[in-house]
């Protein structure tokens, strides 16, 4: 072999190749579908920096997020049951359980977790959309109670954050029986004289809508979230009356008096210290 072969054609191929680019460097916003920087899209808290809507943002960051210095304590959720309906569609239930832990790395849709926003105890309940899209079951069941129960033992103040389109329809009704055992549990909060406030994320629709995501003594929403409790089409269809447009969104919502705040996320952290020295300081 030439000289040229061995040592100048490898160094010009080398210089013509094309640098591999990482699949994760950009993502496609869902809304205007702009790309943007995977970085600029973490540090701006999975806010669209074109058009502002707010995607969905990873669980455990939206507790950092939250909490003082990031720091927080995950409080311990009992088992449940796996598969106790034996319910099967287009695919076994513990099949979907197993993709969904494997995903998520987490036993079921909800983290609750213990810290201080501002200086003020609190215990938060948020759902994970990307865990069977946050639909509630029993294990999230047990994850509203035990904060509920955690909130009255510490005086804390107790903050849900729902993502969610409803119940898990292959638990059936025991699925149905988490809205009752939900709103029990916040007001065991609200007889304890402790704030309760529900933080509405996209979306937060169905039987959670139902039940204690709109019971909060205030209620926050992030804009643009969808919230309600079914479908346009399906109400369309049912009162056989066109609906306003964009009367489930965030905004809609609070011009009627169903919220009472339109919050960004990265002013939301802020905006419950200020009701917590209100609040708070009134309990005690």
């Not at 699949?23 to 205007?32: V, Y």
């Not at 938060?124 to 509630?136: K, L, Q």
């Not at 960004?264 to 905006?271: A, D, H, T």
Request: hydrophobic share 45%.
């Amino acid at each position: 072999m030439s000289w040229f072969t061995t040592f100048v054609r490898p160094k010009i191929s080398a210089l013509m190749r094309k640098k591999e680019i990482p699949d994760n460097l950009w993502d496609k916003c869902t809304a205007c579908e702009q790309m943007v920087f995977h970085k600029d899209l973490v540090a701006n808290q999975y806010v669209c920096s074109h058009c502002a809507f707010h995607m969905h943002i990873p669980i455990k960051m939206r507790l950092e997020t939250l909490f003082d210095e990031g720091n927080y304590t995950r409080i311990a959720l009992p088992m449940t049951p796996v598969d106790p309906l034996k319910f099967k569609d287009s695919k076994k239930y513990p099949d979907r359980l197993k993709a969904a832990r494997e995903n998520t790395g987490e036993m079921d849709g909800i983290i609750v977790a213990e810290g201080y926003v501002g200086g003020y105890p609190v215990v938060v309940a948020a759902f994970d959309f990307s865990f069977i899209g946050g639909s509630m079951g029993l294990g999230i069941g047990e994850g509203l109670v035990r904060g509920a129960e955690r909130a009255c033992k510490l005086k804390a103040a107790y903050i849900t954050i729902p993502a969610s389109g409803g119940a898990r329809m292959q638990e059936g009704i025991l699925s149905l029986m988490q809205m009752p055992r939900s709103v029990i549990a916040v007001e065991q909060v609200k007889e304890a004289g402790l704030p309760y406030i529900p933080i509405l994320t996209n979306p937060t629709t169905g039987g959670v809508a139902a039940s204690f995501a709109m019971l909060g003594d205030i209620a926050i929403a992030e804009p643009g979230a969808l919230i309600g409790f079914t479908g346009p089409r399906v109400l369309q269809e049912t009162i056989r009356c066109t609906l306003p447009l964009g009367f489930q969104s965030a905004e809609f919502q609070l011009t009627h008096g169903m919220v009472d705040m339109v919050v960004p996320r990265s002013n939301i952290r802020q905006k419950l210290i200020d009701i917590f020295g209100v609040l708070m300081a009134k309990a005690a």
